[in-house]
């Protein structure tokens, strides 16, 4: 059972879309702080670097492939997408 009254050990709401990239619009810090769970399709996803529940879709790098700028290449699985806290 978790005290969801104590302001360090609650967690915020996870978003729609999110992202690990701190450059991204779409990453939120304070999200970061907890351990994250992402389910595609009922697997356990361990190499999920973005994602977005609502449109069902998760982003993910292909291989050891990186471009110009030493960023993975990433590629979009669609499927039913859950998060949540582990």
């Known amino acids: 059972m978790t005290d969801t009254t104590n302001p360090s ?4 709401a996870l978003p729609d879309h999110l992202s690990v990239n701190p450059r991204s619009p779409h990453h939120a810090a304070a999200v970061f ?8 399709n009922g697997q356990d996803r361990f190499d999920v670097q973005e994602y977005c529940i609502s ?5 993910v790098p292909a291989g050891k492939t990186v471009d ?6 990433l590629i979009r699985l ?3 997408v859950e998060a949540f806290y582990r």
């Not at 050990?9 to 915020?12: D, E, I």
């Not at 702080?33 to 595609?40: E, V, Y």
């Not at 449109?55 to 982003?59: F, T």
Request: no cysteine.
């Open 9 to 12: 050990t609650a967690r915020p």
């Open 33 to 40: 702080k907890h351990d994250i769970g992402i389910r595609l």
């Open 55 to 59: 449109e069902g879709w998760v982003k």
């Open 68 to 73: 110009r700028t030493g960023q993975p290449v």
């Open 78 to 80: 669609k499927g039913q």
